[in-house]
């Protein structure tokens, strides 16, 4: 790219940065991917400038090469060189200098959600699948499991159900890792009952519990107040009943005592 640039003859294009920012998104460069998109920015500053001043035209005819302005997919690979790099700040910092109709980008708030979730920023995660399902678009489903997992972590558990629920409604096919998601987040706040109808639901999906689900069920029985086992899938060791004996009414009674000879 850097030769490129050097050659009037051969321009760079958005494609050439953006493929660019993700071969430093691969490689751990996350400071010279941000410089790239920053270089798109100002080009497309200088761009609109000279489109105010009249002045977007070569001189004596010449082709110019189309504005090298960033798109939804240069913000998304500088947004994941970012959270890669563990900046997730300033990965949500360049999703806010995108555009606004570029923020309602799904791979971009898919970047997005992954920084907040990065950070623990259950609430962010939260938001920016509510803005993009208020805009009439569909998030993907790793954005989803993304969210909720944030959710589980900050023990969050009814934003977790709300995800899921929200997840159905918009046709989004719950996988295994939704399921657990959801399972971890309730169970982490002892909602047994609400972790056997996940274990239910997940039947009813086509998507067999695991170990792992089980795993979250049995915890979310032993940390309910007082803990559950009627109903869990397994019950551990229950306290033995003490042991009396009784004499039927029907039995026969003693036989008399012998005389003494």
Known sequence: LAQFSHRPSIASTVISYSTTITACQKGGASEEAVRLLEKMQQMQAEEAKQAAAGTTAEPGGRYKPPPVAPNAYSYTAAMSALSDAGK???????????????????????????????????????????????????????????????CATAQQPASALALLRSMRAAGVRCSLL????????????????????????????????????????????AKASPPQVTGCPTATNPTPATTTTTVSSTSPPPPPPQPHL
Request: glycine fraction near 6%.
């Open 178 to 221: 939704t399921y657990n998601g959801a399972l971890a987040a309730v169970a982490k706040a002892g909602r047994w009952r609400q972790c056997l109808r996940l274990l239910r639901r997940m039947r009813d999906d086509g998507v067999p519990p695991t170990t792992i689900s089980y795993n979250f069920a049995i915890d979310g029985c």
């Open 88 to 150: 997730w700040e300033d990965a949500l910092k360049t999703f806010e200098q995108a555009p606004p109709e570029m923020q309602q980008s799904e791979a971009l708030v898919n970047a997005a959600v992954s920084a907040a979730a990065a950070g623990k920023q259950w609430r962010r995660c939260v938001d920016l699948i509510r803005n993009l399902r208020a805009a009439g678009k569909t998030p993907q489903s790793s954005s989803f499991n993304m969210a909720i997992g944030a």
